[in-house]
């Protein structure tokens, strides 16, 4: 069974954001609906219920996405207000599979815009595909940025 990648994955609408966050927490680390739930402080029904509803309170939201460990809610939230949203690199160096991933990513936004001018592609599609090779693109930028200063590893393990 090949490894489901999450990294891709661009959340539709607020019901489809919250979903994503709870499959994710489900798939990566084995919590359910009642963990999260309790993680936060409220009942799995209330959580069922902002997916149902397409809503979530505010100050909910980043407990929400902490105890899943995912970003979907506020990626959707920044998207939805026509503003791109990229994880600050820690100023490592990219391995090849980053630069792979940066090369597929920009090679299916062409593919993408290509079929969409031609009348072959769905407007839904070609925006999340340009969008995650904008987000890949812009992250590599920060990398790059940071390269002469990097990030200290203050709570990495090490000699003394």
Same mark, same amino acid.
């Given at each position: 069974?090949? !490894?489901? !990648? +999450?990294?891709?994955?661009?959340?539709?609408?607020?019901?489809?954001?919250? @979903?994503?966050?709870?499959?994710?927490? /489900?798939?990566?680390?084995?919590?359910? %609906?009642?963990?999260?739930?309790? #993680?936060?402080?409220?009942?799995? +029904?209330?959580?069922?219920? +902002?997916?149902?509803? =397409?809503?979530?309170?505010? $100050?909910?939201? !980043?407990?929400?996405?902490?105890?899943?460990?995912?970003?979907? *809610?506020?990626?959707? &939230?920044?998207?939805? =207000?026509? $503003? #791109? %949203?990229?994880?600050?690199?820690?100023?490592?160096? =990219?391995?090849?599979?980053?630069?792979?991933? /940066?090369?597929?990513?920009?090679?299916?936004?062409?593919?993408?815009?290509?079929?969409?001018? @031609?009348?072959?592609?769905?407007?839904?599609? %070609? &925006?999340?595909? *340009?969008? @995650?090779?904008?987000?890949? /693109? =812009?992250?590599? @930028?920060?990398? *790059? !940025?940071?390269?002469?200063?990097?990030? &200290?590893?203050?709570?990495?393990?090490?000699?003394?």
């Amino acid at each position: 069974m090949a !490894r489901k !990648r +999450w990294k891709p994955v661009q959340p539709q609408n607020m019901q489809h954001a919250i @979903r994503l966050c709870l499959d994710y927490a /489900l798939h990566k680390h084995n919590r359910s %609906v009642a963990q999260i739930g309790e #993680l936060i402080g409220v009942s799995e +029904w209330t959580i069922y219920k +902002w997916m149902s509803e =397409a809503s979530i309170p505010s $100050k909910r939201i !980043r407990p929400f996405e902490f105890a899943c460990d995912a970003t979907f *809610v506020t990626q959707h &939230l920044a998207a939805s =207000a026509q $503003k #791109l %949203v990229i994880d600050i690199p820690s100023g490592k160096g =990219a391995g090849q599979r980053d630069l792979l991933d /940066l090369q597929n990513a920009l090679n299916e936004a062409v593919s993408l815009l290509t079929q969409f001018y @031609r009348g072959d592609a769905e407007t839904p599609d %070609v &925006l999340q595909g *340009v969008t @995650r090779a904008m987000q890949d /693109l =812009a992250g590599h @930028r920060e990398n *790059v !940025r940071k390269h002469d200063a990097p990030e &200290l590893g203050l709570f990495e393990g090490g000699t003394e």
